[in-house]
C-alpha cells in the first residue's frame, strides 16, 4: 500500500545515483514525478520508476498531488522549490546545503512556518550506519571523554558547472564539502558550534572559479570540545571521507571508503569493482527512511530545516573568518549539535 508519495526537483547526478533509487526501495513510498530543466532529462530519471516528467515544478505539485517534494537540485534551486512545495501545502525534503545563504535559509524556514507544513534536511553523515556503530561504542565509554572530532570530505572535481558558479552554489569547497564535515563532528562534540577559524584558498581550480577549493576549519564548540575540518575539491583524482573521535581514554577511526574493499582511481575516474551500494552505505536510505518514518508518525527528526540553518551558520563564520584572518562567532538562533 501507498502512503507518501513523492515529487522529485532534480535529475542529476544526486538524484539518479541516490534520492530516486533509494526512495524506490521504501516500502510504501511511490515516486510520482521528477521535475528537471529539461524534458528529456526528467523522463529519464523517471521512467524507470514509472514516475511522469515535468519541467514545472507548481504544475507538477497541481497534477501529481505528492505529499512531499524532495529537493536534489542545486543551491539556487533550494529556496524556490521548497517555498513552492509550501504554498501548496506540501512537506519538503531539501537536500544539503540547506541554501546559499543565512538570509534564504530563513526566508525557507519562516515558508513552511506559516504554511504548517514540514521541512527536513537531507545530510546523509549522521546516517552513515558505521558513524551509528561509533556512537555507540563512544556512548558505552570506550574512549573515554571526547574531546576532539575530526573529518576530512574531499574530491577532486565537482561534476557540474554550476559548482563553480558561487551566484548559483553558494559558495565552494566549505559551503559545498564542509557542511558534511561540520555535520559529523556536531554530531560527535554534543554540543553547539560557538566559534571558527577558517583558513582557505584556490589551488587546482583557478582560472575556473573564484571560489576556495580547498578549506580547513578548526572549530569550538561550547562545551569544550575541538573540531577539525579538511574539506576540498582539490584531491586530484582522489576522493577522502574519513572521520575520528578523539577521548581521553581511546580514539575512533572510520574510513568510509574502506567500505569497498577494492578501490582503483585511474585515467576513468573512480570504480569500485566489487560495489556496495552507497545508498547504503553513506547512509541516505536510512536518512530517507527516517523522513518518511516522521511524515507517518508526525514524530520530531533528527534532521529538521533548522538542523540545515544551524550548519549554514557555522559555513557563515567560517566564511568570515577566511575573509577576516580571525576566528569568528557563530550566530545561531538555535540550539545546535543536539544528540539526537
Ligand atoms: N552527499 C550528498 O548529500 C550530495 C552529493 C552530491 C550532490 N549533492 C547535492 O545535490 C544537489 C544536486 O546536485 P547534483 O550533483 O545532482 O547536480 P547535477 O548538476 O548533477 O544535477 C542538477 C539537476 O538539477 C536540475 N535542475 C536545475 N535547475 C532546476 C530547476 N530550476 N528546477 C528543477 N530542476 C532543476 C537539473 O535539470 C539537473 O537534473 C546539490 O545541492 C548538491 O550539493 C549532495
Excluded at 125 to 134: D, G, Q
Excluded at 143 to 165: L, N, Q, T, Y
Excluded at 328 to 338: A, D, I, L, Y
Aim: hydrophobic share 45%; aromatic share 8%.
Amino acid at each position: 500500500m501507498t502512503d507518501v508519495s513523492v515529487l522529485v526537483v532534480g535529475a542529476g547526478f544526486w538524484a539518479r545515483e541516490m534520492h530516486l533509487p533509494a526512495l524506490a526501495q521504501l516500502p510504501g513510498v511511490r515516486i510520482a514525478g521528477v521535475v528537471a530543466t529539461s524534458e528529456a532529462s526528467a523522463a529519464a530519471a523517471a521512467g524507470p520508476y514509472g514516475a511522469t516528467a515535468w519541467t514545472d515544478l507548481d504544475r507538477a505539485l497541481e497534477a501529481t498531488g505528492a505529499d512531499v517534494v524532495d529537493v536534489v537540485a542545486p543551491p539556487d534551486v533550494h529556496r524556490p522549490a521548497v517555498e513552492a512545495a509550501a504554498r501548496h501545502g506540501r512537506h519538503a525534503i531539501c537536500i544539503k546545503p540547506l541554501a546559499r545563504s543565512l538570509d534564504e535559509a530563513d526566508a525557507m524556514l519562516a515558508a513552511v512556518r506559516a504554511a504548517g507544513t514540514r521541512l527536513f534536511y537531507a545530510e546523509n553523515v549522521p546516517f552513515i550506519p558505521a558513524l551509528h556503530e561509533a556512537r555507540r561504542v563512544v556512548d558505552a565509554g570506550q574512549i573515554g571523554d571526547v574531546f576532539r572530532v575530526k573529518a576530512c570530505e574531499g574530491i577532486g572535481e565537482p561534476h557540474s558547472s554550476w559548482f563553480f558558479d558561487p551566484g548559483r552554489s553558494g559558495g565552494g569547497a566549505i559551503i559545498d564539502m564542509a557542511v558534511h564535515s561540520i555535520a559529523f563532528c556536531a554530531y560527535f562534540a554534543g554540543a553547539p558550534v560557538t566559534s571558527v577559524y577558517a583558513d582557505a584558498d584556490t589551488y587546482v581550480w583557478r582560472g575556473r572559479t573564484d571560489a576556495e577549493d580547498t578549506a580547513v576549519l578548526t572549530l569550538r564548540f561550547a562545551n569544550g570540545v575541538l573540531g577539525q575540518c579538511e574539506d576540498s575539491w582539490s584531491l586530484t583524482g582522489a576522493m577522502d571521507s574519513r572521520f575520528e573521535i578523539f577521548g581521553t581514554g581511546g580514539r575512533v577511526l572510520i574510513d568510509n571508503l574502506h567500505r569497498q574493499p577494492l578501490q582503483v582511481a585511474g585515467a576513468g575516474g573512480w570504480s569500485y569493482p566489487l560495489p556496495l551500494p552507497g545508498l547504503v552505505a553513506d547512509g541516505h536510505l536510512a536518512m530517507l527512511g527516517h523522513f518518511v518514518d516522521c511524515l507517518r508518525t508526525g514524530a520530531p527528526s533528527r534532521s529538521e530545516g533548522t538542523t540545515g540553518r544551524d550548519m549554514l551558520a557555522v559555513v557563515d563564520a567560517a566564511v568570515r573568518s577566511v575573509a577576516s584572518g580571525r576566528r569568528e562567532n557563530v550566530h545561531s538562533t538555535v540550539p545546535q549539535g543536539g544528540r539526537p
